[in-house]
């Protein structure tokens, strides 16, 4: 496991070096304009069944910038490596933590997806964001 984040660490690093071309894999949220949400969707799916399973979700700034953030869930725990590095306006970090599920909260305007019981109390829990329309 150790080895893995090592391995995601060094690509986002090396990575960093300019802009960010989301791959066809990617889950990519616009603002809203999410891609690739079924792929979200087998994800969650897979972590309820306890199915290894890992993803990418690009979440864009108002300014455009990217955030990066992969989770990749072994069948017991979900880790989160959350990439700032290209938001020139936020903190320029590579952060890890360690997660045990995903929460899923509905209100008449949106479901939030959140990564519960974190080992980092700083964690962003709120992995995705979908409005109704």
């Known amino acids: 496991m150790k080895k893995i984040i090592c391995f995601m660490l060094i690509m986002l690093l090396l990575s960093s070096c300019g802009e960010y071309e989301p791959s066809k894999d990617d889950i990519v949220n616009k603002h809203g304009d999410i891609t690739n949400l079924g792929k979200f969707m087998q994800f969650v799916e897979n972590v309820n069944r306890g199915k290894e399973d890992k993803i990418r979700i690009v979440a864009y700034t108002v300014e455009g910038d990217p955030i990066i953030q992969d989770l990749e869930y ?26 045990k599920s995903i929460k899923i909260e509905k209100t008449q ?10 080992d980092q109390e700083s964690t962003e829990n709120i992995v995705l964001v979908i409005w109704n329309k």
């Open 74 to 99: 072994d069948g017991e725990s979900i880790t989160l490596i959350t990439d700032t590095t290209r938001d020139k306006f936020g903190s320029g970090s590579i952060n890890t933590s360690t997660c």
């Open 109 to 118: 305007e949106r479901t939030d997806y959140l990564l519960d019981g974190c």
